[in-house]
């Protein structure tokens, strides 16, 4: 059995879009699963890292059989977070957009989450999102670790609504 976990971004209006996501992936795995986020719901900006990390280890811990975590912004820092500091299982990551400037805000041990991670990971970014391009992103992470795969897709944004296209490369990659 594997479950797809989605973590989709930190702005509520994130909400929506993860709802396609898990429409059009759903039928690929035997469960799937939203996090929907505390402050989504309290119409506030910044998520309590500490809070939600604490919730998803709750959720991960319930579950039997595969994970598959697939997630957008700062969730991919928290998600290795979790995975290495919880020691919980993962079997494949799919990171959409990751935020590597963020680990210095917050004081991620990056180093070390790279260093201990034992799944694949498929990194997803934009050609010119303006957050980080794909190429400065793909090559700060391929010093850090083996483990990732890097796939760039054209665009010059950070909404990441080419939800087709994310779920090609996720079933290209044998993510299930």
């Known amino acids: 059995m594997t479950t ?3 973590l989709w971004g930190n702005s509520s209006k994130n909400k929506a879009r993860i709802q396609e996501v ?10 799937t699963y939203i996090h929907y986020y505390r402050h989504w719901n309290e119409n506030k900006w910044n998520m309590d890292i500490e809070y939600e990390c604490e919730q998803l280890t709750n959720y991960l811990k319930t579950i039997s059989g595969s994970i598959i975590l697939f ?3 700062l969730w991919c820092i928290l998600g290795l977070k979790t ?3 919880q020691e919980i299982f993962i079997k494949q990551c799919i990171f959409v957009w990751f935020p590597l400037w963020r680990t210095h805000l917050h004081t991620f041990d990056i180093e070390k989450y790279f260093k201990d991670i034992t799944c694949p990971i498929v990194l997803i970014q934009k050609t010119n999102d303006p957050a980080w391009w794909y190429i400065t992103i793909a090559e700060r992470l391929w010093v850090l670790s083996p483990w990732y795969t890097c796939k760039e897709i054209p665009g010059d944004d950070h909404d990441y609504q080419e939800i087709a296209t994310l779920k090609k490369i996720i079933l290209d990659t044998n993510a299930r």
């Open 4 to 6: 797809l976990v989605l």
């Open 22 to 31: 898990k429409k059009e992936l759903f039928p690929f795995y035997d469960t």
């Open 71 to 73: 997630c957008k912004s």
């Open 83 to 85: 995975m290495v500091e």
